[in-house]
């Protein structure tokens, strides 16, 4: 009757240290919900998504690449035209095509590639002469393996570009601005999504030394952020709001709501406190 009396001790002791660790294995992933935000992280991607989607890193309007026309109507002598014929010139076309490489049976080495969008860019003058242009375009790329990765970015861009000097390296911007960078290597777990609203208003761009260099003026943004997560598990989607100061030299301030100040190198990521 002892053995019995024991046995049932020692079983329900058993029971009671599995119940307790599986409370504390049930108790533990809530404990980590609120996960402690890397705001200097998010300033880098921040801005280096921003210089990125006007440069044409991920397609579209590149600024650095200028305003340039084969047409002068202050050519001395006998001008062939008083108006530069791509004064309110309008390019408007889509398109959407995939490229595939590797063996094309869903293999590790197979990767897709799809590109699609919409492009519109028209020419503006003064005085007869081309100085600027506006872009309205949405540009897609996807490049994706069925099992190891996963790259998507996206651009929108909705802004007006006009010389500010002879040279036309020395530009103005403002408008608006869309993008999307996502990066996932599910084996490595390892990831980064980040989608920002811009607006721009006074930009100042010089790319004498052929590398764009915002010297001044400001962006508000509004972005969508999503730290690494495993798969499986449901997103957690934080969003903030602030906005970027130009400094020159490829540096910018920038400031996340209510008060998170870093400074960026738009070209490297680094990032330091202000």
């Known amino acids: 009757m002892k ?12 029971l009671m240290l599995f119940y307790t660790a599986c409370k504390k294995n049930t108790v533990k992933p809530a404990a980590t919900t609120t996960t402690t935000v890397d705001y200097g992280k998010l300033s880098s991607q921040t801005a280096v998504t921003f210089y990125k989607s006007i440069t044409g890193q991920y397609g579209g309007a590149d600024v650095s690449k200028g305003i340039k026309s084969p047409f002068s109507a202050k050519a001395t002598g006998r001008a062939l035209f008083s108006t530069s014929p791509l004064c309110g010139f309008v390019i408007d076309t889509s398109y959407n095509y995939t490229i595939s490489t590797g063996t094309n049976n869903l293999s590790l080495t197979d990767t897709l590639k799809t590109y699609s969008g919409t492009f519109r860019f028209q020419y503006t003058c003064t005085g007869g ?5 506006i872009v309205n375009d949405t540009v897609n790329y996807e490049e994706r393996n069925a099992f190891t990765f996963s790259n998507v970015t996206n651009v929108t861009q909705n802004y007006s570009v006009k010389a500010l000097d002879q040279t036309f390296k020395l530009v103005s911007m403002d408008g608006t601005l869309n993008s999307l960078a996502s990066f996932v290597q599910t084996f490595n777990e390892q990831g980064t999504y980040l989608r920002a609203a811009y607006v721009l208003t006074g930009l100042r761009v010089n790319f004498a ?12 943004f509004h972005i969508v952020y999503q730290p690494w997560r495993f798969i499986g598990f449901p997103p957690t989607l934080q969003t903030y709001d602030g906005s970027i100061q130009f400094l020159g030299n490829h ?7 209510p008060g998170y100040v870093y400074l960026v190198d738009l070209l490297t990521g680094v990032v330091t406190p202000a």
Do not use: F, M
Not at 209 to 220: F, Q
Not at 251 to 257: D, F, R, S
């Open 209 to 220: 030394s052929g590398v764009a260099d915002v010297t001044e003026g400001t962006a508000t």
């Open 129 to 133: 002469n081309v100085n600027g242009y």
């Open 251 to 257: 540096k910018a301030k920038l400031t996340i709501n």
């Open 3 to 14: 053995i019995h009396i024991t046995r049932a001790i020692l079983c329900l002791a058993g």
